[in-house]
């Protein structure tokens, strides 16, 4: 893959203005980390029955005062 082929300004323009990322902390970031990044950033959100789910297989710890 030529350096051409990487969208490079598109990532850094949805970093800075979708993410509020610095400028310098994209370039600080591997390309691993970025795409880790935006994957998650890509994941769709848990609708209502999901996060039950989760919440009744990990419910909050609360300590009796």
Sequence with gaps: MRQSDWP?????RFAVRQM?????VFWG???HDWFTILN????????RAELDILCQKFPDE???L
Excluded: Q
């Design 8 to 12: 490079f300004e598109a990532w850094l």
């Design 40 to 47: 998650t950033s890509m994941s769709p959100n848990l609708n």
């Design 29 to 31: 970031t591997s390309v």
């Design 62 to 64: 609360v300590d009796e």
């Design 20 to 24: 509020n990322m610095p400028p310098n």
